[in-house]
């Protein structure tokens, strides 16, 4: 293509510049060069290939014709449709069953009971005289003053605390350890009656069953007297 343009634009130049001059162009040795034709197309190549050479060009099958894939195997997994993957239909007992209505069956347990409610084991709070409350109770111990009545901690039988059952005299036993309860008798929110049923013996399992989630040990440190310890042996006489 580019010899053909250039032996176009050389002719074209050597015969204008010939008719300018005045001269014949028969006179002027001139060369001349022949007219190239411009090389063919790559588009007219390519229809000289063969079917075979087209066929190479195309990306191979896959999966391969000769793989597993297409082998009709019975090792070879077969995919299930949706049908085969859905569970089972539920029973029709459970197909009728409505939301929030429990199920019928002769094993479930019945939904109603003619047996009277149980009454709760909770103590009851009855109204102390003022100055006597929970705040009253923790600034008395932070005051100093003795709420023991002994000096220093004893070791104490069941019938030495069965002494101290009065009402000016109470001492009472809770996971082992002995306390002087006379002097949170009045500020028992249960009142002082209900303190006083554990009055001179061991009160641990009736305050489990009121009101287990109050600390003992906290609230009567300061009136701790000593330790419940078993009943000695007798001696025997001479």
């Not at 000289?48 to 087209?54: H, L, M, S, V």
């Not at 070879?76 to 949706?82: A, E, R």
């Not at 109470?170 to 350890?177: E, H």
Request: aromatic letters at 6%; one cysteine or more; glycine letters at 6%.
């Amino acid at each position: 293509m580019t010899s053909y343009l250039r032996s176009w634009l050389y002719s074209g130049t050597s015969s204008s510049a010939a008719a300018g001059s005045g001269h014949d162009d028969t006179s002027l040795d001139v060369p001349t060069l022949a007219r190239i034709s411009p090389p063919p197309d790559d588009e007219e190549d390519e229809g000289d290939e063969t079917e075979t050479e087209r066929d190479n060009d195309l990306p191979p099958a896959f999966p391969a014709l000769n793989s597993a894939q297409r082998m009709k195997s019975s090792s070879v997994p077969k995919f299930l449709t949706d049908s085969q993957l859905m569970p089972p239909p539920p029973p029709p007992s459970l197909a009728i069953r409505q939301p929030g209505v429990p199920a019928s069956s002769s094993l479930a347990v019945p939904t109603r009971t003619e047996k009277a409610p149980t009454k709760s084991k909770k103590g009851k709070k009855v109204e102390l005289a003022p100055g006597y409350g929970p705040l009253d109770w923790a600034a008395l111990k932070s005051s100093g003053v003795d709420l023991r009545g002994v000096d220093t901690l004893l070791r104490i039988p069941p019938s030495v605390l069965k002494q101290h059952r009065k009402r000016d005299d109470a001492w009472s036993a809770f996971n082992g350890k002995v306390y002087n309860i006379t002097p949170y008798l009045q500020y028992h929110p249960g009142g002082e009656k209900e303190l006083m049923r554990v009055a001179g013996r061991d009160g641990t399992k009736l305050f489990a069953e009121t009101h287990a989630w109050v600390n003992a040990e906290f609230m009567l440190d300061s009136c701790m007297v000593g330790f419940l310890i078993p009943e000695p042996a007798a001696r025997d006489s001479d």
